[in-house]
């Protein structure tokens, strides 16, 4: 599949996969908020189940609009947007590995961060062994090592 690049902005990064799954879902969530309350189940719920999909919906398309969608990054080992990373914090030296891209959307049994949060805006553009630091919502700073970034696939097929 072609990667669909939005102009401008901040990518969020989507995998092939899970753009048609977002794709379908989009499709049945439409599919089910046309129906009429008399042509389905619906329980006396019915009006906040069709506000409820509505939203869905909107959040979905949102989404899609918005979304990078397509193959890896090239491994030049640079955080980026479609790549899984793996940081060291430096005030107890856990590590965390992560996939940069669009959070609830992918299925690759790692955490997800949008490039947004402060932990991924912080670390964008970092190579292995660079520090990077960023203020939580709280106001504590944390410091992190990029320790390995890799493109998803070459992560997925390492986890098989």
Request: aromatic content about 6%; some cysteine.
């Amino acid at each position: 599949m072609e990667t669909k690049k939005r102009p401008g902005g901040q990518r969020d990064w989507i995998s092939s996969q899970a753009y048609e799954r977002l794709q379908r879902k989009l499709a049945d969530l439409r599919g089910l908020s046309a129906r009429e309350p008399a042509d389905s189940d619906f329980d006396d719920n019915g009006p906040d189940a069709q506000r409820a999909w509505q939203t869905r919906i909107r959040q979905i398309h949102d989404l899609l609009v918005r979304a990078d969608v397509g193959d890896d990054p090239p491994d030049y080992g640079v955080a980026e947007p479609g790549m899984v990373l793996t940081v060291r914090y430096h005030d107890t030296g856990d590590t965390e590995t992560f996939l940069l891209g669009a959070r609830g959307v992918e299925h690759c049994g790692v955490e997800v961060y949008s490039p947004r949060s402060p932990l991924g805006a912080a670390v964008t553009g970092a190579r292995p062994g660079e520090q990077r630091s960023f203020t939580l919502p709280g106001g504590a700073t944390l410091t992190v090592t990029l320790l390995s970034a890799e493109p998803y696939g070459v992560h997925l097929a390492g986890a098989t």
